[in-house]
């Protein structure tokens, strides 16, 4: 499960290509560099039509037939840092009861999202899965270029460099209708210490049925760079609504032996109406 917790977060936004970046001057660098004194920085200001404060997206997930564990992803309050309003992104994944018998999961990330930019200023990990403990902190000056993080740093970043969280929410406010069959948009991240790239390619569209209802969806895969965050171990595909608010409706990761899914149970606090729903 620790796989689809990185399948439903591979999404890293800080695009050439299909959509560019006209703030991005050159390639990602990495390892430390000396901080930069503060300078007076004018921030963009971006449409969101897909998110809000108060929404709440819960989650089944499946290793074949059985329900292995939840997930939840939720907009819970806004929050300032560095004098910027922000949105608090939390997700948090759970095994079943049954299955902490086998592999206990207990994992929480969240991110801090500037409203205005949908840029990141602080990302949290925390990490249990079986025997294994991780926790992560990044604060991000989005001013000059660089972050720092609980294990070093500063390092330095492109402009608005996301988190992997972050990333996940500026991904759906994108609009894939521009997008033709087989065509890819160009991703990066920042994590531990380096910009991490990945693709996503759009697949089109299907209707698909969960506990929470029949979706018009679209069909996007993250192709991820081995070695980077989250290894290319298998194929990953996300379906999300065919609306502005492009909700995750189902995610399904392959595995060594099978497929693992994801699939939306419910959902509360919208920033508006699913039409895709029916």
Excluded at 119 to 131: L, S, T
Excluded at 231 to 248: A, F, H, Y
């Amino acid at each position: 499960m620790g796989i689809l917790m990185g399948t439903l977060l591979t999404f890293a936004p800080h695009q050439t290509g299909s959509y560019s970046n006209p703030d991005s001057t050159s390639s990602p660098a990495s390892g430390p560099i000396k901080p930069a004194p503060p300078r007076d920085t004018v921030f963009r200001i971006l449409s969101n039509k897909a998110f809000t404060v108060g929404e709440k997206l819960n989650y089944d997930i499946y290793y074949g037939p059985i329900v292995a564990g939840s997930a939840i992803i939720a907009t819970p309050s806004f929050e300032y840092y560095n004098d910027r309003k922000c949105i608090k992104v939390e997700f948090t994944m759970k095994s079943a009861k049954f299955f902490d018998w086998f592999f206990k999961v207990r994992d929480y990330y969240s991110s801090l999202i500037d409203v205005r930019g949908l840029f990141p200023w602080k990302f949290e990990q925390h990490i249990r899965e079986g025997g294994y403990k991780r926790d992560f902190v990044a604060r991000f000056d989005q001013s000059n270029h660089t972050a720092t993080t609980s294990e070093g740093g500063p390092y330095q970043i492109s402009p608005y460099t996301q988190d992997v969280v972050s990333a996940f929410f500026f991904a759906r406010t994108l609009d894939y209708d521009t997008l033709s069959i087989g065509q890819m948009v160009h991703f990066e991240n920042f994590y531990q210490d380096k910009t991490y790239p990945l693709d996503v390619k759009y697949l089109g569209e299907e209707t698909i049925e969960t506990k929470a209802g029949h979706f018009h969806c679209q069909i996007i895969e993250p192709i991820v760079v081995k070695g980077g965050l989250f290894k290319n171990t298998g194929r990953v595909v996300v379906w999300i609504t065919n609306d502005s608010l492009k909700i995750p409706v189902k995610v399904q990761s392959e595995v060594a032996i099978g497929s693992v899914v994801a699939e939306l149970t419910s959902y509360s606090g919208l920033a508006g109406v699913p039409t895709a729903k029916f």
